[in-house]
Structure formats: C-alpha cells, structure tokens
C-alpha cells in the first residue's frame, strides 16, 4: 500500500455535524490503522456562509473527540497553506492550464440566461436540463464582445461526450457514470472563487492525498473530479463511500431524531469516548459481538472492508447505553467534575465547595450514575440529597409507609440514628439489621418503608449509602416527618 495520507476537509459554514464527526472519524482511524498522515483543512469558498467562528467550532469538536491532525490548519505541514480561499493563486495556475488545453472554457450566460434554458428544458418534458453548451465553441471575437458588455466570464469544464467514468469505490464496488448525464459543469464562478469540485481535486493532489473518505451524498460529485484529474494528468486518489446516517424511522437524519451537532452533545454530557465509539459503529462492524471499544482498540481494528453499503441508523438509546457504561467506568474525580455545571445550573450547588463537599458530592455522584444516560440527566436523581426535606408523591411508597409494621421500624431506626455521633454505610447497615431484631420483622418488611421515608420512592441505590450520604440530622428528621404524616 502506498503511504496513506487522508484529510477531513470541512466547510466552515455551521455548527459541526455528527454525520462530518464520523467522516472525520473513519478518515483519522484509517490513518493510524495504516501508520499515515491525518490533514485538516478548510474548504472556505463559500464566502457568505463561511466564518472563522463556525472553523473554530468545527477544530474545537475534533479535539474534543480526542481526533488530532498532523498537518493543516494550525499545525501547519507541507502542504499549506490548508484554507482553500488562501490557495487562490494555486487554482488560477491550473485554470490557465485548462483552458491552454481547451479543456475549459469561458462561459458568460447569465443567471437568468441559464434560469431560462432550464425552464424550456422543463416544458419540452427533458430528463436532464444540464447545461447545453452554449459558450463551447465561442470565438476569441465573440469573448471580446460580450466582455465589451460588461460580462464576466465563468470557467466550464469541457466535458468528454460519450464517455463512461469508472468509479471504483472501496465501499460500494465499481460504479459508472454516463458523460453524458453530467454536462459542462463551473470550476471557476464569475467572481474567480474556484467551486468546490474543481478546489478540491487540486487540493487533493498538491496534498499527496491517498484515499478520500467522505459521505455517500458525494459519490455524485466524484465522476466530475476525476475527469478534471485525468485532464489534469493526475492520478486520482481512491475513493471509499460510507453510508448515509439515517433516523430510525429511515429518514434523513435530523433534528427530531436528536441532537445533529457535536457541541450539543458535549452540553449535555456525554462523553467523548462514548461518542467516537457510537460514530465508529455507525457504519462499520467490528466483526464480532462486541460494541464497546476504545479509541486504542478502534485504531488497530478499523477497516474499510468492514464499512457497510447501507445506511446507519443513528440509535439514540444504544448512544444513552454506550454513554452511561462509560461514565460508570470512567474515574469518579472525573465524572464529578464534569456533573458539577449541571449541579449548578439546577441551583444545586451554590457556593464554592470544600475539600469535605466535594468527597460527599464524590459519594452522590457515584450512586447517581448508575442511572445515567448523560450527566444532563443527574439533576434527576439527586435532588433527595440537597433538598432538606422529602415528599411522599409516588403512589406505591405511600402504601408501603402505610403498612401497619411501619410506625414501630422507623421509629427504632431514629432513636438510634440520633444516637450515633456520625452516620456511615457500615453503621446504617448495622442499625438495620438491629431493628429488624428489636421489631421482629426482616427483609423488605424494613428496607422498602425506610427507603420510602428517605427517598419518597421503594426503588432506589444502596440503601446503607443513601443514608451515609444524607447523614444523621437528615435521615432523623425524614423519619420524623414520615411518622408524622403516617400514623
């Protein structure tokens, strides 16, 4: 295999979307699997669209996800200079070049010009309504003329007639294309931008680009770049297609499949290792039965011939799943630091906090997590702990707290918990086992009403814990309050 050199070419012209985070992916592993050269650069042609903000962004997300480059943008490399609107003189020396070869051409149709000829394509009922050439052939006097009017000339590239381009793709086998369905396309707008088909191939191979992975949408664009390759006198990189990432219902993916951007899902808290091996997934299977990787073992199994034809589904649980086994696993210093801006935006945590406040928040967070999806989702489950008091709403935890058992085991509990200097899982455990001896009941005749008067609900985390975590003063006073309300 030649050396592998791949890059991640993105428009700078929104937020980064999990469909670019998975071709950015596949692009970044293949280079490690293979020991190659991962590039980043920036194709920023669309001016109106493009900003420095949405660049930031987009590297921002890449280095989140733990994705870095080699060459590029703000590395440097090579190559460079890596945005294309500071190559603009590199595209005008190969224009010339075409248009010395009269494989380009200058075109000076209108917008309107162009907006009739499609419509009258329409009206006579054509399949194609591509454009018909109508500069092709034009005179140097002819040129001279219209650009006397004031018209500034576009750039078309001369399409070959009656040929068939041979795709052949690494993902999706060989796929041809008529010539005669693509028709004399722009490589240079009037205003001298260069489009992105033409751009990108001159890019391509001033950059040594081996492979180009990208999305299935720009399977269409790729007969168009290797024509310009061949006019050229280049040899074309290989191509390889991923699918497309489709919302479980089999459409397009979207906003009401779930968030579409990278930075929202770093809002809400999920991790970056669960997202990039989420996105390895989406598209290529490992083989086996296992779905839990790290980016280590993503980068010594990834392959293209594991890459699927068909379109991913983006699971939105599975990504919940792949997530909270990661925060469960990952360190609990970690996982506390990341939950604390949640804590705070839900007024949870209000001041600074102490050495002491934070090893009892530690201990929160270690029991909150085995029920989370993304850390957005704590403030669920840790409210018993801050609030002072509790509220008997759910429905099953006030018919166990009415149990006729009930009164005599909370109060056997609360005399010893106010007794105890300081309450710790291994005293709660105790004080438990101690009362259902005292009252002669065992089992959940004793943990569901304790939980109940503790929590408001029968189902919950280690019991001996919760009470450790709330400490004696709450636990007495959550017993005293259930006994009240109940008896």
């Not at 989140?64 to 190559?87: F, H, K, S």
């Not at 010539?179 to 990108?200: E, L, M």
Request: aromatic share 8%.
């Amino acid at each position: 295999m030649l050396p592998v050199r791949v890059r991640f070419a993105p428009s700078p012209t929104g937020p980064f979307h999990i469909g670019g985070a998975r071709s950015a992916l596949f692009n970044w592993l293949f280079a490690r699997r293979y020991g190659g050269t991962f590039i980043v650069r920036i194709e920023d042609t669309d001016l109106e669209r493009s900003s420095r903000e949405s660049e930031e962004n987009i590297l921002a997300a890449l280095r989140w996800l733990g994705l870095d480059w080699d060459e590029g943008v703000e590395v440097g490399g090579p190559c460079g200079p890596y945005r294309q609107t500071e190559r603009l003189d590199l595209y005008q020396r190969y224009t010339e070049q075409l248009l010395r070869q009269k494989d380009a051409y200058r075109c000076y149709c209108t917008e309107e010009e162009l907006a009739a000829e499609r419509e009258a394509l329409l009206a006579k009922g054509e399949l194609t309504t591509g454009y018909l050439g109508r500069c092709r052939d034009l005179s140097p006097e002819d040129c001279a003329r219209l650009e006397a009017e004031g018209r500034k000339p576009a750039i078309r590239f001369r399409v070959p007639n009656n040929d068939v381009i041979v795709v052949k793709d690494l993902v999706r086998g060989e796929v041809n294309f008529e010539c005669s369905g693509i028709g004399d396309f722009i490589i240079v707008k009037s205003d001298g931008i260069p489009t992105y088909n033409y751009a990108v191939v001159v890019d391509d191979h001033t950059m040594s680009i081996s492979h180009v992975i990208r999305a299935e949408e720009h399977l269409s664009n790729t007969p168009r770049q290797i024509l310009l390759f061949n006019a050229l006198g280049w040899k074309p990189p290989q191509f390889a297609h991923v699918s497309l990432i489709l919302g479980k219902d089999r459409s397009k993916m979207s906003k009401r499949h779930g968030a579409t951007a990278i930075e929202q899902y770093q809002e809400k808290g999920y991790l970056p290792g669960a997202l990039v091996n989420f996105l390895a997934l989406l598209g290529w299977s490992p083989g086996g039965e296992e779905e839990v990787f790290s980016l280590e073992q993503l980068k010594q199994q990834f392959s293209l011939d594991r890459v699927a034809k068909s379109p991913a589904v983006f699971d939105l649980d599975k990504l919940n799943w792949l997530n909270g086994h990661y925060i469960r696993q990952a360190p609990i210093e970690y996982v506390t630091d990341l939950a604390i801006p949640f804590l705070e935006k839900a007024g949870y945590l209000t001041t600074p906090l102490t050495p002491e406040r934070y090893e009892w928040l530690k201990a929160v967070v270690t029991l909150a997590r085995e029920y989370l999806g993304c850390l957005e989702d704590i403030t669920d489950h840790v409210g018993i702990y801050f609030n002072d008091r509790v509220e008997i709403q759910e429905a099953e935890a006030r018919e166990v707290l009415a149990e006729s058992q009930v009164p005599a085991v909370l109060t056997a509990l609360r005399g010893m918990v106010e007794a105890c200097p300081e309450l710790t899982g291994v005293e709660a455990k105790a004080m438990l086992k101690k009362v259902g001896k005292e009252v002669g009941v065992k089992g959940k005749q004793i943990f569901i009403p304790v939980r109940a008067a503790l929590t408001g609900s029968t189902h919950g985390p280690d019991l001996n814990q919760v009470m450790a975590i709330l400490g004696r003063d709450k636990v007495a006073r959550r017993l005293a309050d259930a006994l009240a309300n109940n008896i």
